[in-house]
DNA sequence: CATTACTTGCAACCGAGTATCAACTGGATT
DNA sequence: AATCCAGTTGATACTCGGTTGCAAGTAATG
């Protein structure tokens, strides 16, 4: 199986060791299904991967596992506008902040790195003097495939 | 009773109604609590307020309405980070979209207007060639007035 | 005021996430 | 390598926000 190319696996899994977390085999699981994900993906998503890994895993764990995570800041929880239900998605915090695109007819989501985003979250720790530990942007809307495909439809 | 500074009761009536939507006693009742409120409002909250008026009002009706506006673009539901379980607030949408910000420590809510927020969004709309229906930036962290309060937990 | 499509209230349901607790185990200590 | 124990796991039951199905009720149209 070729590795991921973004980053050598097992970062998160060094992240946690380095801050003298016990790292235990459904941890392990869970960090490489996380980390090797190409989407995002919900816990329920993550549960039945991580399974074929380690049939025994529980979904309790799993949900331990993203919330240690999110403690630690090495993910970050999605909404993804709520397109379908209430679930969450996860995905390895990155070194920029991105926005997430969401389109409300084929359900693609799209992201986006901006300048004028992170400049947007200079103003905000300026001038509210707000000191920024997680940010979420998502947009809902229409993608550029469905209005053409559409035209109508991008006006509504 | 004072009417709200803001601006005329009745608007979201209004509104509702010249698209040709039916105007249910009950629906009159659950959009005077949304257009009165002062704070984001959670279902629950809005449950509790418009039985005051009308007590047999159900909650399921509460959810069809909010959900009724959301359709039509006149609230936005927020997630507010998630402080406080996963319930969602909501609010008229404005004029203008404005930021959310949650302290991680006192849960106090802030909103922010900022013009390189409209600018974002329109690099957004013109470089991705997305037509955005909805926005919703939320940033947590942590307050002035906690950051002066308890500064050891401003750099966590 | 008769009609009818839309809306409501009730009850049952759903799915994501959490609490509890006994059994288990990583990893530090010897 | 055997011991120890705080931290972790899995099973179960639970909470809670939100939805569905359906019979009864009602707003708006003529």
Redesign the pocket.
């Known amino acids: 199986m070729p590795l991921p190319e973004t980053e050598a696996p097992g970062r998160l899994q060094a992240e946690l ?1 380095s801050r ?8 392990r699981t ?1 960090l490489g299904v996380v980390e090797t994900a190409k989407q995002h993906l ?3 998503q993550i549960l039945r991967r991580a399974r074929k890994i ?1 049939p ?13 995570l999110k403690r630690h800041g090495l993910v970050d ?1 999605l909404d993804l506008m709520h397109l379908e ?4 998605f996860y995905e390895r915090r990155p070194q920029r902040d991105h926005i997430h695109m969401a389109c409300l007819r084929c359900g693609r989501i799209t992201e986006f790195e901006s300048d004028l985003f992170d400049r947007l979250k200079g103003q905000i720790q300026r001038d509210c003097r707000f000191h920024i530990v997680v940010t979420r942007l998502e947009v809902g809307g229409y993608c550029a495939q469905c209005r053409t495909a559409f035209p109508a439809r991008a006006s509504v």
Chains 1, 2 share one sequence.
């Open positions: 060791m003298g977390l016990r790292m235990t085999r459904q941890r869970i919900d816990a329920a380690d025994n895993i529980d979904r309790v764990t799993v949900y331990r596992t993203l919330n240690l929880e239900g209430e679930k969450h």
